[in-house]
T-cell receptor, first 112, second 113 residues
């Protein structure tokens, strides 16, 4: 039973560029959440997707956007990258009827 | 709004000794509570969770946690630590009216031989 997978594992971009991160949920899960974890901090909620719609959003600017596909996989897009966007981006999946979120290994983004 | 405080940034413990990590939450009603562990360069692994019922919950790897409503706490314990328990530990809170998890800043555990 595959867990949550994310790609790529590492990414280096320059300021102003755009990036897309991908996530496949745990088998049987229908809900995907994205978190940003800056160095030395706990994860911060970006948004959650269910039924291909953004269900809730955290305190992140519109430069952060997402998408969920019919197979429940998801993308996180960040436009106009800033140095401060350098972080570990974590994807978590869950069942809409349950509260427990299971995390993937993350994508480490470095913005130069 | 919900929030979590982990008062201890770093704890060093000897192998075989007991471990207790503190977690205090802020939420008006009974929250959902979680402990996750993160090894260097890795994602988060769920150790245990509390939704309702018995206030002492057992998790994986020999960990347990106790929910104390009067103290707004959900402390994590392990009776005997192994070197492989060296990692960062995060307490998180959720609630029935919200979809997000709110995390504490984490506690780094170092295990000395």
């Amino acid at each position: 039973d595959a867990g949550v997978t994310q790609s790529p594992t590492h990414l280096i971009k320059t300021r102003g560029q755009q990036v897309t991160l991908r996530c496949s949920p745990k088998s049987g899960h229908d809900t995907v959440s994205w978190y940003q974890q800056a160095l030395g901090q706990g994860p911060q909620f970006i948004f959650q997707y269910y039924e291909e719609e953004e269900r809730q959003r955290g305190n992140f600017p519109d430069r952060f956007s997402g998408h969920q596909y019919p197979n429940y996989s998801s993308e996180l897009n960040v436009n106009a990258l800033l140095l401060g966007d350098s972080a570990l981006y974590l994807c978590a999946s869950s069942l809409v009827s349950q509260e427990t979120q299971y995390f993937g290994p993350g994508t480490r983004l470095l913005v130069l | 709004a919900q929030s979590v405080t982990q008062p201890d940034i770093h704890i060093t413990v000897s192998e075989g000794a007991s471990l207790e990590l503190r977690c205090n939450y802020s939420y008006g009603a009974t929250p959902y509570l979680f402990w996750y562990v993160q090894s260097p360069g890795q994602g988060l692994q769920l150790l245990l969770k509390y939704f309702s019922g018995d206030t002492l919950v057992q998790g994986i790897k020999g960990f347990e946690a106790e929910f104390k409503r009067s103290q707004s706490s959900f402390n994590l314990r392990k009776p005997s630590v192994h070197w492989s328990d060296a990692a960062e530990y995060f307490c998180a809170v959720g609630n029935p009216d919200d979809y997000k998890l709110s995390f504490g800043a984490g506690t780094t555990v170092t295990v000395r031989a």
